[in-house]
């Protein structure tokens, strides 16, 4: 596609439950990453693939959390049991493996509400 | 833990006034970037700066990188209520020489108003 497509673009999950957040990054862009997004504040990093190898997980916040990319396309990002304080706007990056000065292409972010 | 501190955190202006956004760190980056994100939508970048004293210009917006790379400004010049929206800025951190992790500052939400 002509960008980084991310879906659902909402999902509303009650306590407890688990979500699936999928992402598709521009095609033949190396690099993935999913980050997490409060209201008004800058997004905080989750997790960083290069092709379909997870070289940083640092930001995951707990277990909970797992993202996968198996075949270095389509990621997804599972949490599992949510809980209220995981409601934010988690948004996908992907950008061409390139030195230094890489730009990273959004998109338009998947809002999770936990009631 | 955000590594990277913005100020002002929020700005109101009217339209055709000048202002600065600062973004500060104790660390050093590979690069800096500025990105502009509207609600609803993802950040969207607006340049790079990869040297010590470099100074970028975009239009009505000047980019400016620290000699130490360790922190950077955006000044917008007779800002416009198209101006409005969260500006971020996003330190690299080079993995061995490949891609860049970016690590986003707080945010500074500016509101132009007509």
């Known amino acids: 596609g002509a960008g980084v497509s991310q879906s659902p673009r909402y999902k509303v999950a009650k306590r407890g439950q688990d979500v699936a957040l999928r992402c598709d990054p521009i095609?033949?862009?190396?690099?993935l990453f999913w980050y997490q997004q409060a209201l008004g504040q800058g997004p905080e990093f989750l997790t960083y693939f290069q092709n379909e190898a997870q070289l940083d997980k640092s930001g995951l916040p707990s277990d909970r959390f797992f993202a996968e990319r198996p075949e270095g396309s389509v990621s997804t990002l599972k949490i599992q049991r949510t809980q209220q304080e995981d409601s934010a706007v988690y948004l996908c990056?992907?950008?061409?493996?390139?030195?230094?000065?890489?730009?990273?292409?959004f998109g338009q972010g998947t809002r999770l509400t936990v009631v | 833990t955000q590594l990277l501190e913005q100020s002002p955190q929020f700005l109101s202006i009217q339209e055709g006034e000048n202002l600065t956004v600062y973004c500060n760190s104790s660390?050093?980056?590979?690069?800096l970037q500025w990105y502009r994100q509207e609600p609803g939508e993802g950040p969207v970048l607006l340049v790079t700066v990869v040297t010590g004293g470099e100074v970028k210009k975009l239009k009505r917006l000047t980019f400016q990188f620290g000699d130490a790379r360790k922190d950077s400004s955006l000044h917008i010049t007779a800002a416009q209520p198209g101006d409005t929206g969260l500006y971020l800025c996003a330190g690299g951190r080079g993995y061995g020489g490949a891609t860049n992790k970016l690590i986003f500052g707080t945010g500074t939400l500016l509101a132009v108003q007509p």
């Open positions: 660390s050093v980056f590979s690069s």
């Open positions: 095609s033949g862009h190396v690099s």
């Open positions: 990056a992907s950008s061409p493996l390139r030195l230094r000065n890489t730009e990273a292409f």
